[in-house]
């Protein structure tokens, strides 16, 4: 689905919150459509109602949508506004970065919480001039993030975690976020955590492949819940080449009582 194609007319409210909020992507526009003391609620159910017919069908045809949720219109509606207002977010932040004027003349270094930190020509700040708590960067009583450098807020988490863990950070510069930021004793502190499900790489005996060699992975799940990563790493005459797909296991297992329902059936 291309959301930039619908021209349905965002409030700007509900566009400044949404990109100010860390946590909008993750259905924060599901959850507030059925609050109706969230502030901006008139404004969002306005902006649902406006949605025309040829938007829901869009949603409709998107494969993504189809498998999670069938044929919902309050649920494809949500679907429509949160991906409307994620691209918008992001045209904003390219903008901002893209100006011509300079960098110290945009947000967020235009707030007084950073009025004595110092901004370099390409709107540059040193880490070594914040404080880190494993989730932003924090002075003066504000929280700021890392400048996303894709349409999700959450894109330089890892990134700017590398820098204190390889013990770096006090020589490296960084943009922030125009727009994810905010006082520290409101804004979200999201912290992330990593789980590998597999075995160390064993790289000297996969240079060493004659054949395919093939593999899973799958979470610590109920046998038909979750997801199924299955790869293999196949010799080529220019290199290993590595290649894997995930599968539903729920749909994996409707598939196989299907086959064996048909087959079942042929033996009669």
């Given amino acids: 689905m291309t959301v930039s194609e619908f021209k349905v007319e965002l409030p700007e409210n ?129 929280s700021f993030t890392v400048c996303s450098t894709t349409e999700s807020p959450n894109s330089t988490y890892w990134l700017l975690r590398s820098f204190y863990d390889q013990g770096v950070a006090d020589h490296v510069s960084v943009r922030l976020d125009p727009f994810l930021w905010g006082s520290s004793d409101s804004f979200p502190q999201t912290m992330y955590k990593m789980i590998v499900y597999a075995k160390p790489v064993n790289w000297e005996g996969i240079g060493r492949l004659k054949e395919q060699h093939h593999g899973q992975m799958r979470a610590d799940k109920a046998e038909d819940e979750g997801e199924l990563t299955e790869f293999v790493w196949e010799p080529r005459p220019n290199g290993i080449h590595f290649s894997l797909r995930r599968t539903s296991l729920r749909r994996t297992r409707r598939f196989r009582r299907g086959a064996l329902h048909a087959r079942d059936l042929r033996s009669r």
């Avoid at 259905?27 to 003391?37: F, M, Y």
Wanted: proline letters at 5%; hydrophobic letters at 45%; charged letters at 25%.
């Fill in 14 to 142: 509900l566009v400044l919150d949404f990109s100010s909020d860390p946590l909008a992507p993750f259905d924060k526009i599901l959850r507030k459509a059925n609050d109706s003391d969230w502030y901006l609620h008139p404004e969002l159910s306005r902006c649902l109602a406006s949605l025309p017919a040829e938007d829901i069908e869009a949603a409709y045809a998107d494969n993504t949508f189809a498998f999670l949720y069938g044929k919902n219109e309050r649920l494809a509606r949500i679907w429509v506004i949160e991906h409307l207002l994620v691209e918008e977010a992001a045209r904003r932040r390219i903008n901002v970065i893209a100006a011509p004027s300079p960098a110290a003349a945009s947000l967020p270094y235009t707030s007084d919480c950073l009025r004595h930190t110092k901004v370099d020509g390409e709107g540059m700040v040193r880490l070594a001039d914040f404080q880190y708590n494993n989730a932003s960067l924090a002075t003066n009583g504000f």
